[in-house]
């Protein structure tokens, strides 16, 4: 069979689901950078020296530009250092999640067997191809896992004290759908 000229067109509910988890993905990454900023920050100490608050400041750069996969990494490294209650649980979900970003963020959609579904057409490093169809149930459910995990990840810089600021945020979300 020829590659075809272009992808199949999703339909607008599928389509809607997959774009609302992709910013679930976005989001995700939002709350591990500053994450991994408040907990990184609790490590400096009350005094520490001007090399320490140079290298500091550089990783705090660096996560800037950084992938998901290595914010999850790093996050997980800080959550041990820190003891963070639920750690174990959530660097498991991560790994799902990481997994799923991959998937929905890369794959290209072809019809799948049944009414509703589709197939992602995905391989990823490992040679391997995902075996189900998927619906947009399942789409979100995987934004709805990737939303929880975020929130009690936002719990967890919480707990050190800094709030957090959230780019493009004002006083007035009442423009935002939380949904």
Known sequence: ?????????????????????????????????????????????????DRAVASFLQRMEDIADDTLGTLIDQFIKQAQRRQARGRDKLATELRRIRQNRNLLCHASWKPGAKDGHWHPSFLNTKGETFPDDLQASDITAIREETLDVAARIVSIMRATGIEGEWVGNDEDDAHQDRD
Do not use: T
């Not at 069979?1 to 272009?6: A, F, G, V």
């Not at 950078?33 to 005094?47: D, N, P, Q, T, V």
């Open 1 to 49: 069979m020829s590659m075809p000229r272009s992808p199949a067109r999703l339909p607008a509910d599928f389509a809607a689901e997959l774009g609302h988890a992709i910013a679930g993905f976005g989001f995700l990454e939002e709350a591990l950078k500053r994450a991994i900023f408040s907990l990184s920050l609790e490590g400096l100490g009350k005094k520490p020296d």
